[in-house]
Nanobody, 124 residues
Framework: QVQLAESGGGLVQAGGSLRLSCAAS????????AGWFRQTPGKEREFVAA???????YYADSVKGRFTISRDNAKNTVYLQMNSLKFEDTAVYYC??????????????????WGQGTQVTVSA
């Protein structure tokens, strides 16, 4: 079992920045790919960014150049640095863990564990 706990969400003005953290506990997190997904009311959850167990990174086109995903395996923590935030980035952001070797953490259908989510609200 892997337990995931997100933090760092909140209210920010458009153009501002936030850093989300996802703290993992349980089994060896370094063997898992990690990802961030987001969801707004009435819409399906969508992929935002992922980092594989070996450090490869992937981004949705909508956040490329603005968001940066990273991980610190010594702290069992994954980060999502979000810069130049836009109103349309408003969503609940979920951390996810996928055992390595199944797409780098990009695919919702492959996710083994989810966090509870953290709200990010960007005011226009």
């Amino acid at each position: 079992q892997v337990q995931l706990a997100e933090s760092g969400g909140g209210l920010v003005q458009a153009g501002g920045s936030l850093r989300l953290s996802c703290a993992a506990s349980g089994r060896t997190f370094s063997s898992y790919d990690a990802g961030w997904f987001r969801q707004t009311p009435g819409k399906e959850r969508e992929f935002v960014a992922a980092i594989s167990w070996s450090g490869g990174t992937y981004y949705a086109d909508s956040v490329k150049g603005r968001f940066t995903i990273s991980r610190d395996n010594a702290k069992n923590t994954v980060y999502l640095q979000m810069n130049s935030l836009k109103f349309e980035d408003t969503a609940v952001y979920y951390c996810a863990a996928t055992f390595r070797g199944r797409g780098g953490g990009r695919y919702e259908a492959m996710v083994d564990y989810w966090g509870q989510g953290t709200q990010v609200t960007v005011s226009a």
